[in-house]
């Protein structure tokens, strides 16, 4: 196939690759520091990319010339992906070509003459086309079925049975939202006075004691009816250093001699 160069396709006049890179990275650059996401791009951002590319190159642009310019890339960066969609071309990244037969370089010609721009060579600028128009790619979805939902009526026949009755008969239910009813269970609500509070225990009520029997061991001692002495209070010394032991196990001041005179017996 006898196909120009891509340079005869995309660069024509004051434009060349350097100029392209130029402007693109500027309006990626202040997309993402504006947050802007629309397709149009404000004439800020075409005053920037003509000073960043005077700065840079010497070459004086308008802002009428970028915005032609922008939308040229717009129509290359589509261009490149119809042509990556077509059946029987695939991109090689390490050769940065489009890979496909003649018949199919044909076929995409014939349909698209631009696109005889990538027949030796890829999109040089595709990557950053996508950052700049990618937003714009539409998802094709395949069809759905529409529900109408009908405003009219039906009447149902009084002879037809209806989901909710409930036929007669002594067939089971099978529902997993069938629950039996909880077991019910009775309490008493006031404790008689002849019972003892504490139903768990077995003890009988009544004062114990342990005494050392005639043959020196320990016994225990039931005694009901006696009434157990309470806990005298201690007398407190409001004045002085106290006379009290700080140890429990002290028998100096807290023998239970003196607090249970029962057991001197």
Known sequence: ????????????????????????????????????????????????????????????????????????????YWTFKEVLGQEGAYWDFSSK?????????????????????????????????ACLFGMDDVKVETEKEVIVISETTEKLSSEEPSCYEVGEGNEKVN???????????????????????????????GIYFIEVGPDGLLRTRLEKGRVFPTNPTPKQDRVGPSHRSSHASSCASNSPMGWWPHLQK
């Open 97 to 129: 070509c489009v890979i496909a037969d003649d018949c199919v370089w044909k076929k995409i010609c014939k349909k698209n003459t631009f696109a005889c721009a990538y027949y030796y060579h890829n999109e040089p600028q595709y990557t950053k086309l």
């Open 1 to 76: 196939m006898n196909i120009p160069h891509q340079a005869w396709f995309l660069y024509k006049g004051k434009w060349f690759s350097k100029i392209d890179t130029i402007l693109v990275d500027t309006i990626i650059r202040l997309k993402g520091e504006t947050g802007w996401i629309l397709k149009e791009f404000p004439s800020y951002f075409l005053s920037t990319s003509a000073k960043e590319i005077n700065s840079k190159s010497v070459v004086q642009f308008t802002e009428v010339e970028l915005a032609t310019r922008i939308e040229a890339m717009h129509v290359r």
């Open 175 to 205: 529902s997993l939202n069938v629950f039996p009813p909880p077991p019910r269970v009775r309490r008493k609500l006031f404790i008689e006075k002849d019972e003892p509070s504490d139903r768990e225990s077995t003890t009988e009520m």
